[in-house]
Nanobody
Framework: QVQLVESGGGLVQAGESLRLSCAVS????????MGWFRQAPGKEREFVAG????????QYTDSVKGRFTISRDNAKNTLYLQMNSLKPEDTAVYYC?????????????????WGQGTQVTVSS
C-alpha cells in the first residue's frame, strides 16, 4: 500500500507562485511514475503534469507549460509541483497520484494511488 499526502496549497493572487509537495510512504518511491492532477468546481479531474521514476522525463498539459515544473526527490520520497505565474483558472483541488510503471500516463484510470488533495485558489 502507498500513502500520499499533499501540502502547500493556499490562496494567492494572480501572478504569484506556490509550491505543492506530496509526501509518499509505504513502498519504494522510486518504483513509481508520479503525476499531479487537478479538479476545478463542476469540472472533471484533469492531468497537469507527470514525471518518470528518475526525473529525467516530464510531461505537462498545454495550459501549464512554461509556468509549472514537476520534480521529485527520491531520497526524501517527495514529489513537488512548482507553480509560477498563477492564473484564476488554475484554481482547483490538486491531487498527486502514483502508478507502478516506467511510462507517464495522462489518464486517471492509469494511477493506482491518490492523495486527499490540497486546495489552490488564485484570485484576480
Amino acid at each position: 500500500q502507498v500513502q500520499l499526502v499533499e501540502s502547500g496549497g493556499g490562496l494567492v493572487q494572480a501572478g504569484e507562485s506556490l509550491r505543492l509537495s506530496c509526501a509518499v510512504s509505504g513502498r519504494t518511491f522510486s518504483n513509481y511514475v508520479m503525476g499531479w492532477f487537478r479538479q476545478a468546481p463542476g469540472k472533471e479531474r484533469e492531468f497537469v503534469a507527470g514525471i518518470n521514476w528518475s526525473g529525467s522525463r516530464t510531461q505537462y498539459t498545454d495550459s501549464v507549460k512554461g509556468r509549472f515544473t514537476i520534480s521529485r526527490d527520491n531520497a526524501k520520497n517527495t514529489l513537488y509541483l512548482q507553480m509560477n505565474s498563477l492564473k484564476p483558472e488554475d484554481t482547483a483541488v490538486y491531487y498527486c497520484a502514483a502508478r507502478p510503471s516506467v511510462m507517464i500516463q495522462t489518464r486517471i484510470s492509469e494511477y493506482d494511488y491518490w492523495g486527499q488533495g490540497t486546495q489552490v485558489t488564485v484570485s484576480s
